[in-house]
């Protein structure tokens, strides 16, 4: 440990800032990483969300990740998230989640929509279409 008051400013500093960042969503693409501390609030909102539960080893979810983000792009009505299922059990257990890719578009903290599968654009394209008009 250092004896210094600054460095500890700082790691202070830093520590608040990092624990700040870790409850935010974090976002690649504008494409939410869902947790635990953020699910809820994520879904909560009127503004329709799309889930993507996926996990590294799923084939079929890797090829989807291209299509969910460029699809994000195209919509932007529509909010769109994912969650790692092995990383977070609880949320994948309480939605049913059984196989994965799984798609789940939720309004208002309520399942509205849902489709298993690697659907490809088209699947994406249609459920994201149906409920971007709402």
């Known amino acids: 440990m250092s004896d210094d008051p600054e460095i500890e400013k700082i790691k202070q500093r830093k520590l608040e800032e990092m624990l700040r960042q870790q ?4 976002t690649e693409l504008g494409i939410a990483n869902l947790n635990d501390s953020n699910f809820q609030q994520t879904i909560s909102s009127e ?3 799309l889930v993507d539960f996926w996990a590294e080893w799923c ?3 890797k090829m989807m990740h291209p299509v969910f983000e460029s699809l994000d792009k195209k919509y932007p009505k529509i909010k769109f998230a ?11 257990m309480k939605y049913g989640v059984q196989s994965i890719p799984t798609f789940i578009m939720f ?10 599968g690697a659907v490809g654009a088209p699947g994406i394209h249609m459920i994201c279409k149906k409920h971007s008009k709402e």
């Open 82 to 92: 994912r969650v790692n299922v092995d990383q977070n059990q609880n949320i994948s």
């Open 107 to 116: 309004k208002a903290g309520m399942v509205v929509d849902q489709m298993m």
């Open 47 to 49: 503004t329709p969300t």
């Open 23 to 26: 409850n935010q969503p974090q």
């Open 59 to 61: 084939g079929p979810c």
